[in-house]
């Protein structure tokens, strides 16, 4: 079974640095897509960054990198400069082409002005 | 374009009621799936409807269940509801192989 894990319950980080978020997976399926989602206070779920696992170079969307390192099957999101309304739960998520998406426990981060 | 839409946002139940929650998918999306998600946890996937036809599911009893319209629309039925099933039940919609898009959910307390 796809099993998602995010370590972190909880993380700080203060306004304008960075901060990264970690996730691990377990699968024996080998393509599959990866996300990283935030939850804010609002409740929807918002797409954060995407990876497809058949693809080396790491995605980037502005202000948000990750770093997928397949064989040892993680999935880090890096937010720079950290913004007040990054503030959220972020939820590391894993998708197949025959299993729907699975998703992590959740870490909530906390940015400090 | 409207996005992925839920009713109702709120809904308060009896143990041992029925309930009927709706979804309507973003223009383009041929697919819905729902996720049941407890306070404070991440969302658990309960089942994908595609072509009208519950085409994954997750585990979940048969008290859920679920349907899906000619209009991509859905809808997830639980029966005999228990004091457990009080969440924030999430839809989200996507087509081919693209992230899904979520709603806001609809919170349903089962007193």
């Known amino acids: 079974a796809q099993t998602v894990t995010q370590s972190q319950p909880e993380m700080s980080v203060q306004e304008a640095e960075t901060v990264t978020l970690s996730c691990t997976y377990d699968?024996?399926?080998?393509?599959?897509?990866l996300f990283w989602y935030k939850q804010p206070p609002s409740r929807q779920m918002i797409l954060v960054i995407r990876q497809e696992a058949y693809k080396q170079q790491n995605a980037t969307e502005n202000r948000f990198s990750v770093n997928f390192q397949k064989a040892a099957k993680s999935f880090s999101l890096k937010i720079s400069d950290s913004q007040l309304g990054d503030a959220a739960m972020y939820f590391c998520?894993?998708?197949?082409?025959?299993?729907?998406?699975?998703f992590g426990a959740g870490t909530r981060l906390t940015v400090k002005p | 374009d409207a996005g992925v839409t839920q009713s109702p946002t709120h809904l308060i139940k009896t143990r041992g009621q029925q309930v009927t929650l709706r979804c309507s998918p973003k223009s383009g999306h041929d697919t819905v799936s729902w996720y049941q998600q407890a306070l404070g946890q991440g969302p658990q996937f309960i089942f994908q409807y595609y072509e009208e036809e519950e085409r994954q599911r997750g585990n979940f009893p048969d008290r859920f269940s679920g349907h899906q319209f000619p209009n991509y629309s859905s809808e997830l039925n639980v029966n005999a509801l228990l004091l457990g099933d009080s969440a924030l039940y999430l839809c989200?919609?996507?087509?081919?192989?693209?992230?899904?898009?979520f709603g806001s959910g609809t919170r349903l307390t089962v007193v």
């Open positions: 989200a919609s996507s087509s081919r192989d693209r992230g899904a898009t």
């Open positions: 998520a894993y998708r197949s082409r025959i299993n729907d998406m699975r």
């Open positions: 699968t024996s399926e080998s393509d599959y897509y």
